[in-house]
């Protein structure tokens, strides 16, 4: 789905933090959306969790920092990180790139998947409308 010249896979889920979620066998992939890398402008630095830590919905366990903005990189599910995407300590750019296939961030082994699907948005009608707002919500920021 494109809405005001974002892109927003219809095959993943979203945080109200501007962080995906997809479903891959029994692990998430989760990472950046396209509206937090071109908010952030290009990405110099990603600060990523270590395999094996544990992470929790909703709040932070890392860092995306770009010449002009440093933001949290906010947890979609909670439970175990399986795997770092090591490229990009070498090349943050891919998020900017590609947020939802070069850029993801970490794999998470899910311990409560079931309950927290609810906390996720999928791209419909309520999406959009939070998309919206948010997009407002910047540009009168911007003034």
């Excluded at 891959?24 to 890398?37: P, Q, W």
């Amino acid at each position: 789905m494109e809405l005001e010249g974002y892109s927003f896979p219809d095959d993943v889920k979203y945080d109200k933090n501007h962080f995906w979620a997809k479903i891959e066998g029994d692990l998430v992939v989760t990472g950046a959306t396209e509206f937090i890398s071109k908010q952030a402008g290009e990405i110099t630095f990603v600060d990523l969790p270590e395999e094996g830590d544990d992470v929790t919905q909703g709040k932070p366990f890392g860092s995306i920092e770009s010449g002009k903005w440093v933001g949290r990189i906010y947890a979609a599910v909670s439970g175990e990180v399986t795997e770092v995407n090591g490229e990009l300590e070498d090349e943050p750019e891919k998020i900017n790139e590609d947020p939802y296939t070069v850029g993801w961030i970490c794999k998470i082994r899910p311990s409560n998947l079931a309950a927290e699907l609810g906390n996720l948005m999928d791209p419909d009608e309520a999406f959009k409308q939070f998309i919206g707002e948010e997009i407002k919500r910047i540009e009168e920021q911007k003034g």
